[in-house]
């Protein structure tokens, strides 16, 4: 292998990889997905826009409400402009393309927001998606926390389809990607000691 080679980032050179994981598992941690100049450039913007979160809330449109006994994140949508965040949804939208040629998911777009959990914040077991109905297919979960504290809690857990059984739990150390098939894996994130930030994404079909 080239050293050119080596330097891409791992997320493009794992579709393969990832479409396996998701047709079998239903779920992938991949490390260090995107060279460390995107990371730290996401981290910058989203420290730039700290003030401009919002907090987040539950349901949509009709049921929309705020509900600090559910989650207590507070966030922002993405939107192509800024280097990092228009290369960050860039390469997903590669990802959504090649999982559609690898597993004919039919994903027809991605959208993504930061997301930020002060200490103690949390989001409760939840899905995603529900089988059979139009939306998110893929969940995807981008961590943005450098040097974080294993001991800080803040774990994504995800867990068997009833929602019953834990699967796995996984630290949100800065690089990591966690994809999962959204209407499978009911799943939640533990309070942290510390501030706890990502993107959370989905790819979604038509309706
Ligand atoms: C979500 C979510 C997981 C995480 O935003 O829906 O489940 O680890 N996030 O932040
Ligand atoms: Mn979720």
């Given at each position: 292998?080239?050293?050119?080679t080596s330097l891409?980032?791992?997320?493009?050179?794992n579709?393969d990889?990832?479409a396996?994981?998701?047709?079998?598992?239903?779920f992938?941690?991949?490390?260090?997905a995107f060279n460390a100049?995107?990371?730290?450039?996401?981290?910058?913007v989203?420290?730039?826009?700290a003030?401009?979160?919002?907090?987040?809330?539950?349901g949509?449109?009709g049921?929309?409400?705020?509900?600090?006994?559910?989650?207590g994140?507070?966030i922002?949508?993405l939107?192509?402009?800024?280097a990092a965040?228009?290369?960050?949804?860039s390469?997903?939208?590669?990802?959504r393309?090649?999982?559609?040629?690898?597993?004919?998911?039919g994903l027809?777009?991605?959208?993504?927001?930061?997301?930020s959990?002060t200490?103690g914040a949390?989001?409760k077991?939840?899905r995603?998606?529900?089988?059979?109905?139009?939306?998110r297919?893929?969940s995807?979960?981008?961590?943005l926390?450098?040097?974080?504290?294993?001991?800080?809690?803040?774990e994504?857990v995800?867990?068997d389809e009833a929602?019953?059984?834990?699967l796995?739990?996984i630290?949100?150390?800065?690089?990591r990607l966690?994809?999962?098939?959204?209407?499978?894996f009911?799943h939640e994130?533990?309070?942290?000691r510390?501030?706890?930030q990502?993107i959370?994404?989905?790819f979604r079909?038509?309706?």
């Amino acid at each position: 292998m080239s050293s050119s080679t080596s330097l891409r980032p791992l997320l493009h050179d794992n579709y393969d990889a990832i479409a396996d994981a998701l047709a079998g598992p239903g779920f992938i941690i991949l490390d260090d997905a995107f060279n460390a100049g995107l990371t730290l450039g996401l981290i910058d913007v989203l420290a730039e826009r700290a003030d401009q979160l919002t907090r987040a809330g539950v349901g949509r449109a009709g049921d929309y409400q705020l509900n600090d006994s559910v989650r207590g994140d507070a966030i922002q949508w993405l939107e192509p402009g800024a280097a990092a965040v228009t290369e960050f949804l860039s390469a997903m939208d590669k990802l959504r393309g090649a999982l559609n040629e690898r597993l004919f998911l039919g994903l027809a777009d991605y959208e993504a927001h930061f997301a930020s959990y002060t200490p103690g914040a949390f989001y409760k077991k939840h899905r995603d998606a529900f089988l059979g109905q139009p939306g998110r297919k893929v969940s995807s979960v981008f961590y943005l926390n450098p040097d974080w504290d294993l001991a800080a809690g803040g774990e994504l857990v995800l867990y068997d389809e009833a929602g019953e059984q834990e699967l796995v739990r996984i630290a949100p150390e800065c690089g990591r990607l966690v994809l999962f098939l959204s209407e499978d894996f009911p799943h939640e994130v533990l309070p942290a000691r510390n501030a706890r930030q990502s993107i959370a994404g989905w790819f979604r079909i038509k309706p």
